[in-house]
């Protein structure tokens, strides 16, 4: 990403509506802790912290009414049929977005770029979503640490929560760097490369998600489709611990059970008493 992009950005989120700064002690240790609201919602008023077995004072909640910077990442290079779908739904969805939400568009191909700084307004994304590209080599694994580092950074300079949101149609077999784990020896028959080719894409998963672990910054990812050939599990398995397993949530619901549950014991499904939305 271009220096300057990278300032643009961090001085764009200063100016978004500030909560009030909490007044502390300037040597007092600070951290911060992401938690979801849940289902019934957490009361602020109940929340209670510990460090090391001792209590802690609470200087400031941020909650869903606060100010919010989401990065936006495409990393779209693949089916239209795809991707003009997702494209229309993101431009409804950004146009619905609270007035608190200020959105940045990005794109991973060839290293993280800007393609719209973070403002009150949607125009300059939505002309960015119709001019966008969709060629090039996949980018999402090489992008996703820079732009929660970004994300990050600008969560510790401004007084405003910030996302990253990845949307993405990447397949493993696109990418520049080899993730497909080629046989070392081609000669010897059991060169255990041929049984885990899958080996270097879950390492390099695993060392990403380690690096996400130590952001406070939550990081989502919405793949357009599934991939069925052992090497795109495998990867689709690595951006669901990058994300940090957020679709495990949908699998616990009752409706998620009902589709297992009908699978399992070859009947149709039947989704009928669940309630259906948009």
Request: proline letters at 7%; one cysteine or more.
């Amino acid at each position: 990403m271009l220096r300057r992009q990278l300032l643009g950005l961090l001085a764009a989120a200063t100016a978004l509506p500030a909560a009030d700064k909490p007044s502390s002690p300037a040597a007092a240790l600070r951290c911060r802790v992401t938690a979801w609201l849940g289902d019934p919602p957490l009361d602020p008023a109940t929340l209670k912290a510990t460090v090391e077995g001792r209590a802690a004072k609470i200087v400031g909640i941020r909650d869903p009414d606060s100010a919010l910077l989401l990065l936006i990442v495409l990393d779209l290079t693949g089916d239209l049929a795809l991707i003009s779908p997702a494209r229309d739904a993101l431009k409804s969805e950004l146009q619905a977005l609270p007035a608190n939400v200020w959105v940045a568009l990005l794109r991973a191909q060839d290293g993280l770029r800007v393609l719209a700084d973070p403002g009150p307004g949607r125009a300059a994304a939505l002309a960015q979503l119709d001019a966008l590209e969709t060629t090039g080599r996949a980018g999402l694994l090489e992008a996703v640490e820079p732009a929660a580092a970004l994300a990050e950074r600008i969560l510790r300079r401004s007084p405003v929560r910030t996302a990253v949101l990845f949307l993405t149609d990447s397949s493993i077999y696109n990418y520049r760097e080899d993730y497909t784990n080629p046989v070392i020896n081609p000669s010897d028959s059991r060169d255990l490369s041929r049984r885990f080719p899958d080996a270097l894409i879950r390492e390099k998963a695993a060392k990403l998600a380690a690096t996400l672990n130590a952001f406070d910054v939550p990081v989502f990812i919405q793949h357009l489709a599934f991939l069925r050939d052992r090497l795109n599990e495998a990867y689709q398995t690595g951006l669901q611990e990058l994300a940090g397993n957020a679709t495990l949530l949908y699998y616990m619901t009752e409706e998620a059970q009902e589709g297992r549950d009908a699978f399992v014991e070859k009947r149709p499904v039947d989704f009928s008493r669940f309630p259906r939305r948009p």
